[in-house]
Nanobody, 125 residues
């Protein structure tokens, strides 16, 4: 299973970005998909998760109401729409897939088996 994240960039506070994660190999529609981020000098943080079991989603408190995770089965892709970005959202963002297709305990990312390379998001004026 391979994942490829893209869509990062430099934006100003209040602007939006959409990150994409293409899943190849395995059974893309089977996995729980998580988005994670890691800022310089900080621990990795779970941002959002999507479970294919029931389509449920989870979000970190810091992004609730601003970020939205979605999927496009026709493209084997997942997205993280990020609105009203803040400087504290600056980080390298990663997508990951978990063989266990639920979001319970996703926050640490420890159970995720497959990781893509990150994409850098910088929010700065």
């Amino acid at each position: 299973v391979q994942l490829q994240a893209s869509g990062g960039g430099l934006v100003q506070p209040g602007e939006s970005l959409r990150l994409s994660c293409v899943v190849s190999g395995g059974t893309p529609g089977y996995y729980a998909i998580g988005w994670f981020r890691q800022a310089p000098g900080m621990e990795r943080e779970g941002v959002s998760c999507f479970s294919p079991v029931d389509g449920s989603t989870r979000y970190a408190d810091s992004v609730k109401g601003r970020f939205a995770i979605s999927r496009d089965d026709t493209r084997n892709s997942f997205y993280l729409q990020m609105n009203n970005l803040k400087p504290e959202d600056t980080a390298v963002y990663y997508c990951a897939a978990d063989d266990v297709p639920v979001c319970s305990g996703y926050e640490t990312g420890l159970q995720y088996e497959y990781w893509g390379k990150g994409t850098l998001v910088t929010v700065s004026s």
